[in-house]
């Protein structure tokens, strides 16, 4: 079975996804002018964080905490120690690489998910890309196949994986025995869920910034007394990345695809640009213009992984521990790469940080699967008590197994995700890009961006009835 689903992984990920993503990202890119390099600085405006007066939706400060909080998992600590041990140095070259040109896919998927935006029961904000496959593409058996994909990953595998890097990094740093931390984990899961997607926003709203800076500030710490290494480690990130180091021992093509194999995946995994995750979230804002959201998560891709992930490299590169002849991977070599800068508190830090690295995307990816379940059926509370009690029991359960088929899943899993969710969103392109230029002609003018529908002929008779009457400039 194993050997099953490492073939459809790596036909997926090495034949497929790879090209998908990048050429995607390239395509769009073009098509919107390089626009993450152009307007690179309005990621960082105020203006984004503005909410408008509409009460059915949440705060885009709260969305941009609530989708980091999904990206910003263990993927981020021990995924880019994997990538690096697997792929080399270069790896986190085509991470970055990936990153800048998934930027475009993700203004454009986040964009997509506001348009075509509709209500919950509750009269609040929902949508994502089965929404938009249902109403932009008239197919629903997409958007259903894509919700049953999500619910999936999102509530089941994606929380049984954190859920054990949490197990894994308490047994090993701190010698908590693995049924203890299940027993704390899964009440916690509870008490989380139960609070329902308003107490995981609260949750996000604080805990994403703090983990963030806590994360640099350790990375600048450890990296500090290492700085004389620093040009040597970049030096070597862009010989790795187009095989020079392996040239002379005949393994250039090899070395090059392992890292740019490894490095798409993880900038793939770590930014969720194009998978289709972000957009269950970005949907929930309150905004004048749907753009508005796509900007924002642009910057979330842009933190979660140019800064998050190398920092994480930096980290390893240059402390020399994957120099160490038997230099563990994952957890136990994030350890021995922290311990010389902080010999007596690096295992106590470092299990704190997974874990609520770990907690909070177990808390972003259940938002995901609840979003997705309500999409193919409404939900009614003996239904929705059902699920809640089996992402608990996956919680349970991720802190006892043994996880490599579970890995395997989650890969491919993902890229079907990607896989339909790009084809959505390229066949949707046309419009999203006519919104997002429109967004940037408001700009010009001097005003402050607002949606009006009736603008966009080619719309009629696709959005909710009344989603955006109530459109109004941010306050």
């Not at 395509?27 to 009460?55: E, V």
């Not at 402390?319 to 563990?328: C, M, N």
């Not at 005003?447 to 306050?475: A, I």
Request: aromatic fraction near 10%.
């Amino acid at each position: 079975m194993n050997d099953l689903l490492e073939f459809f992984d790596t036909i997926l990920w090495s034949t497929i996804l790879i090209y998908l993503l990048f050429g995607s990202g390239i395509y769009l890119t073009f098509r919107l002018g390089f626009i993450q390099f152009r307007r690179f600085g309005h990621l960082f405006s105020p203006s984004l964080f503005k909410r408008n007066a509409d009460p059915r939706g949440t705060s885009p400060w709260r969305v941009l905490c609530l989708s980091m909080a999904s990206r910003m998992g263990t993927g981020n600590l021990t995924g880019v120690t994997i990538a690096i041990a697997l792929g080399g140095p270069g790896a986190i070259f085509w991470m970055w690489i990936i990153t800048l040109f998934s930027m475009a896919t993700a203004l454009i998927e986040n964009t997509l998910a506001q348009i075509y935006k509709g209500t919950s029961a509750r009269n609040k904000f929902r949508g994502g890309p089965a929404d938009y496959m249902e109403k932009g593409l008239g197919m629903r058996w997409m958007g259903i196949l894509f919700s049953f994909l999500m619910v999936i990953s999102c509530g089941f595998i994606f929380s049984a994986l954190q859920a054990n890097s949490i197990a894994q990094a308490s047994f090993h740093l701190l010698h908590v025995p693995a049924l203890t931390t299940a027993c704390i984990l899964a009440a916690l899961v509870a008490l989380l869920i139960f609070g329902g997607i308003r107490a995981v926003t609260w949750l996000s709203k604080w805990m994403i910034p703090l983990m963030a800076i806590a994360w640099l500030l350790l990375a600048v710490w450890v990296i500090g007394h290492h700085v004389e290494k620093l040009p040597q480690v970049f030096a070597l990130i862009f010989k790795s990345a187009f095989g020079l180091q392996e040239a002379a021992s005949g393994a250039l093509a090899y070395g090059v695809t392992q890292a740019i194999t490894q490095g798409m995946q993880r900038g793939a995994f770590a930014s969720e640009a194009g998978v289709g995750s972000s957009p269950n979230v970005a949907a929930m804002a309150a905004v004048s213009h749907p753009a508005a959201s796509g900007f924002n998560q642009m910057l979330a891709v842009f933190i979660d992984t140019v800064v998050i992930c190398t920092a994480t490299a930096l980290i390893i590169l240059t402390s020399g521990a994957l120099d160490i002849p038997g230099a563990p991977t994952g957890i136990r070599l994030l350890r021995l790469a922290i311990d010389p800068a902080l010999p007596e508190w690096s295992s106590v830090i470092l299990a704190m940080l997974v874990c609520a690295f770990a907690f909070t995307s177990i808390a972003g990816n259940y938002v995901y699967a609840e979003n997705n379940l309500s999409f193919v059926h409404s939900a009614s509370p003996v239904k929705l008590l059902i699920f809640r009690l089996l992402v608990i029991a996956m919680v349970f359960g991720g802190c006892l197994m043994e996880l490599q088929m579970l890995w395997k899943l989650a890969d491919i899993f993902m890229a079907l995700m990607a896989i339909l969710n790009l084809t959505a969103l390229l066949l949707l392109s046309g419009i999203a890009v006519k919104v997002v230029k429109d967004y940037e002609r408001q700009r010009r003018m001097g005003k402050t961006p607002v949606f009006n529908p009736d603008h966009f002929p080619e719309l009629r008779g696709q959005l909710e009835p009344g989603v955006w009457d109530k459109t109004s400039s941010p306050r």
